[in-house]
């Protein structure tokens, strides 16, 4: 059953903690992303990586970073540089050649 | 910096009626567009990708775009409650990320 996944579903992150969410794909795609979504708001893109062991910042990557180490994975970790980390995290994924994404089911990031 | 604008809703209209969601972009070097459906507290799923000018029909949707305008619409037809949510619609001009509008709410009453 191809897609992708993200875990956990829930996160609680305390004040000064770094955190990490998963993404795996198993669609055999190169390109892979990472959106934050705030309520009311559209989706704003952290960070890309388009081939293994590469990846570029997006619109609003500061307290962010990720890692791209294999083709099925992208972790993304939330820094405590990150000071209002509290949105809907989702993971997509896409063949280039046809630039349409596919997303994972997300994750949703609080704070204690 | 590349903008896509939608009207946030909500939008309502009530069922068996044509649902009308706009979308324009700054970007006159977009190639690809694509409307996504979001329930609330789930993922976007694709709905529609259209890449020529004119419309593309798949069901009850309808895609319309016009480069010259800078204005891409969805029309759903015989809406249903279950049509009920955000409408994203996305943009790229090739190789680089899509980049999403903020949504429009969709309310379809029985």
């Known amino acids: 059953d191809g897609g992708i996944t993200q875990s956990p579903k829930y996160l609680f992150r305390k004040e000064g903690q770094n955190v990490t969410l998963s993404c795996e794909q198993n669609?055999?795609?190169?390109?892979m992303y990472w959106y934050r979504q705030d309520p009311g708001q559209g989706l704003r893109l952290i960070y890309y990586?388009?081939?293994?062991?590469?990846?570029q910042k997006g619109d609003i990557a500061e307290g962010y970073s990720v890692s791209r180490e294999k083709k099925e994975s992208f972790p993304l970790t939330v820094t405590s540089a990150q000071k209002n980390p509290t949105a809907f995290y989702l993971c997509?994924?896409?063949?280039?050649?046809?630039?349409?994404?596919?997303f994972g089911p997300g994750t949703r990031l609080l704070v204690l | 910096q590349k903008e896509v604008e939608q009207n946030s809703g909500p939008l309502s209209v009530p069922e068996g009626a044509i649902a009308s969601l706009n979308c324009t972009y700054s970007?006159?070097?977009?190639?690809?567009f694509f409307w996504y459906r979001q329930y609330s507290g789930k993922s976007p799923e694709l709905i529609m990708s259209?890449?020529?000018?004119g419309d593309k029909e798949d069901g009850r949707f309808t895609a319309q775009l016009n480069k010259a305008s800078q204005y891409v619409s969805l029309l759903i037809r015989d809406s249903q409650p279950s049509d009920s949510a955000t409408y994203l619609c996305?943009?790229?001009?090739?190789?680089?990320?899509?980049?999403f509008g903020k949504g429009t709410r969709l309310s379809v009453i029985a």
């Open positions: 970007d006159r070097g977009s190639q690809s």
């Open positions: 990586s388009q081939i293994v062991n590469d990846f």
């Open positions: 997509a994924s896409s063949i280039p050649q046809e630039e349409t994404q596919y």
């Open positions: 259209i890449y020529s000018n």
């Open positions: 669609l055999n795609h190169d390109a």
């Open positions: 996305a943009v790229t001009s090739g190789n680089t990320p899509l980049v």
